[in-house]
């Protein structure tokens, strides 16, 4: 667990926006060496100039996570100028919806290349980087910090490819933290679990490669699009709040991180659904007109 933060280095992807910008903002006043990387470059650009502004030593890097090159590239940029990272947040991500049949073979390329091996890269490149760190300081402390998503722990409908990646991001979070418990006592794991928060996600498609974009969204993507764009927009939690979880988590030591603890309960029932061996319990149970609008909505000729 990471207790002082100060005079420490922290790597953040998708620092451009959301989770990773408000951690960026966090880390600044905790006086930590910041490491910002985005796709978009004025967005990374606004970002590296804000936390300069606020006294903090910055690398700013233009980063596509898909890319394994790149984040290695990354890799070296880091080490070359402030050594080991201490805090590492796998966060950049995208999101998709419709019906899990209607989504292309670029859809699943992307959402997967972003979400899933986007983590992927980060934790190569970096844990060994920090395992390396803890050998030879027996004071390093370190935290690697996977974005996943509520999405990663329940199913919901009309978003399938992005449960699958966020899915698969808890997974080899879960996985991380247990690996590393073997071999070290100095870096620890966490995942976070967002629920609707107002960050940039749900317009994630204006970074999508010109060469993946898609001809013509279908009904159910449109579909999915506005109720992602709604369901986002009004959440109530801030992402400023959330990543002030992340921080504490670090500090404790506390491997999941939910932005809505409430929201727990969907994950029991889902849960219930494997321990009895019952099919997938309805979703929509607790609000059943949603579920009777996006029924009629996909339904309508």
Same mark, same amino acid.
Request: proline share 4%.
């Given at each position: 667990?990471?207790?002082?933060?100060?005079?420490?280095?922290?790597v953040?992807?998708?620092?451009?926006?959301?989770?990773?910008l408000?951690?960026?903002?966090?880390?600044?006043?905790?006086?930590?060496?910041?490491?910002?990387? /985005?796709?978009?470059?004025?967005?990374?650009?606004r970002?590296?100039?804000?936390?300069?502004?606020?006294?903090?030593?910055?690398?700013?890097?233009?980063?596509?996570?898909?890319?394994a090159?790149?984040?290695?590239?990354?890799?070296?940029?880091v080490?070359?100028r402030?050594?080991a990272?201490h805090?590492?947040f796998?966060?950049a991500?995208?999101?998709?919806?419709?019906?899990?049949?209607?989504?292309?073979?670029?859809?699943?390329?992307?959402?997967i290349?972003?979400?899933?091996m986007?983590?992927?890269h980060?934790?190569?490149?970096?844990?060994?980087?920090?395992?390396?760190?803890?050998?030879?300081?027996?004071?390093y402390?370190?935290?690697?910090?996977?974005?996943?998503?509520m999405?990663g722990?329940?199913?919901?409908?009309?978003?399938?490819?992005?449960?699958?990646?966020?899915?698969?991001?808890?997974?080899?979070?879960?996985?991380?933290?247990?690996?590393?418990?073997?071999?070290?006592?100095q870096i620890s794991?966490?995942?976070?679990?967002?629920?609707?928060?107002?960050?940039?996600?749900?317009?994630?498609?204006?970074?999508?490669?010109?060469?993946?974009?898609? !001809?013509?969204?279908t009904?159910?993507?449109?579909?999915?699009?506005?109720?992602?764009?709604?369901?986002v927009?009004?959440?109530k939690?801030?992402?400023? !709040?959330?990543?002030?979880?992340?921080?504490?988590?670090?500090?404790?030591?506390q491997?999941?991180?939910?932005?809505?603890?409430?929201?727990?309960?969907?994950?029991?029932?889902?849960? !219930? /659904?494997?321990?009895?061996?019952?099919?997938?319990?309805?979703?929509?149970?607790?609000k059943? !007109?949603l579920?009777?609008?996006?029924?009629?909505?996909?339904?309508?000729?």
């Amino acid at each position: 667990m990471i207790t002082n933060f100060k005079g420490k280095t922290a790597v953040l992807t998708g620092a451009g926006s959301g989770f990773g910008l408000e951690c960026a903002r966090l880390g600044a006043q905790l006086g930590m060496n910041l490491v910002l990387a /985005d796709v978009q470059q004025d967005a990374l650009d606004r970002a590296a100039a804000e936390m300069q502004a606020a006294g903090a030593q910055v690398l700013a890097f233009k980063l596509d996570v898909s890319q394994a090159s790149q984040v290695d590239a990354l890799g070296q940029a880091v080490l070359e100028r402030f050594g080991a990272p201490h805090f590492v947040f796998n966060n950049a991500g995208v999101g998709a919806g419709g019906l899990i049949w209607e989504n292309s073979a670029k859809d699943w390329e992307w959402v997967i290349g972003v979400n899933l091996m986007g983590v992927a890269h980060g934790m190569r490149v970096f844990t060994p980087m920090m395992l390396e760190a803890a050998k030879k300081d027996p004071a390093y402390q370190g935290h690697i910090v996977n974005t996943a998503s509520m999405a990663g722990l329940v199913n919901a409908p009309n978003m399938g490819i992005y449960g699958a990646s966020k899915h698969a991001v808890v997974s080899m979070s879960e996985t991380l933290y247990q690996d590393l418990r073997l071999v070290t006592d100095q870096i620890s794991a966490s995942v976070l679990c967002p629920y609707f928060v107002p960050t940039g996600i749900s317009q994630s498609h204006r970074n999508r490669p010109q060469d993946s974009k898609p !001809e013509k969204p279908t009904r159910s993507q449109l579909i999915g699009q506005a109720m992602s764009d709604k369901a986002v927009g009004s959440g109530k939690v801030t992402a400023a !709040e959330v990543a002030q979880k992340v921080f504490d988590a670090m500090a404790a030591d506390q491997f999941y991180i939910y932005s809505h603890p409430k929201s727990i309960a969907g994950v029991q029932v889902r849960l !219930e /659904d494997v321990l009895l061996g019952r099919n997938p319990t309805d979703p929509f149970a607790h609000k059943p !007109e949603l579920g009777e609008e996006l029924k009629r909505a996909l339904r309508a000729e």
